[in-house]
């Protein structure tokens, strides 16, 4: 089992591009979740799935779009890059409410 | 709503110093669980622990324990006889059991072991 994989690892943008960072699982997990981690704020929640079709907000969802057509992919949509958005992005799965989460390697973004 | 506090933001240690990283949890559900994970400098978030709310029985791993006390609202951690390895940032995160991903982190508590 590859787990949680996230692509790419690093990543620059200039303000205003688009880009998707993708991510999958082969755990048959029905939960994920996309979170950002910014220094002093551990990690919040952007938006997450409950199962292929369903999607919903997090704590932070603005300038992100998100879809999971499958089980296995949950990608997360950057419509307009923003200075803002410069973070390390973790994508996360989990079997069920009881199950811990299980995290990608993550991505950095950097957007100028 | 659910709400994880870390009050200790950073905290450095020597060598084989036992350390107790606290963690406080609020929700007015009674079914929950609660999660320890470490991210080392390397970046990735490492699972450690998780313990729902029926169980407060005290677990150990090694050098690790967990003291789980529901009257505080408390699931403090504990690395004994500690080493630079154990150097990594530690969240504490809350989950309930309903519908929806409430799953909430702690803003983390950054351990520094010094040799």
């Known amino acids: 089992n590859a787990g949680v994989t996230q692509t790419p690892k690093f990543q620059v943008l200039k303000t205003g591009q688009s880009m998707t960072l993708q991510c999958a699982q082969d755990?048959?997990?029905?939960?994920m979740s996309w979170y950002r981690q910014d220094p002093g704020m551990g990690l919040r929640l952007i938006h997450y799935?409950?199962?292929?079709?369903?999607?919903d907000q997090g704590e932070v969802p603005n300038g992100y779009n998100v879809s999971r057509s499958t089980t296995e992919d949950f990608p997360l949509r950057l419509l307009s890059a923003a200075p803002s958005q410069t973070s390390v992005y973790f994508c996360?799965?989990?079997?069920?409410?009881?199950?811990?989460?299980?995290f990608g390697p993550g991505t950095r973004l950097t957007v100028l | 709503a659910q709400k994880v506090t870390q009050a200790q933001t950073e905290i450095s240690v020597v060598e084989k110093e036992d350390v107790t990283l606290d963690c406080v949890y609020e929700?007015?559900?009674?079914?929950?669980?609660l999660f320890w994970y470490k991210q080392p400098p390397s970046g990735e978030l490492v699972f450690l622990i998780r313990?729902?709310?029926?169980?407060?029985q005290n677990e150990i791993s090694g050098r690790y324990s967990w003291n789980f006390q529901k009257s505080t609202s408390s699931f403090n951690f504990t690395i004994t006889a500690s080493q630079v390895v154990d150097s990594a940032v530690y969240f504490c995160?809350?989950?309930?059991?309903?519908?929806?991903?409430?799953?909430?982190f702690g803003p983390g508590t950054r351990l520094s072991v010094l040799p």
């Open positions: 995160a809350l989950s309930v059991d309903n519908y929806g991903q409430n799953f909430v």
């Open positions: 755990m048959n997990h029905e939960y």
């Open positions: 799935s409950v199962g292929a079709g369903i999607t």
């Open positions: 996360a799965s989990r079997g069920g409410l009881a199950g811990e989460q299980f």
């Open positions: 313990r729902n709310s029926f169980d407060e």
């Open positions: 929700t007015r559900d009674t079914t929950y669980y």
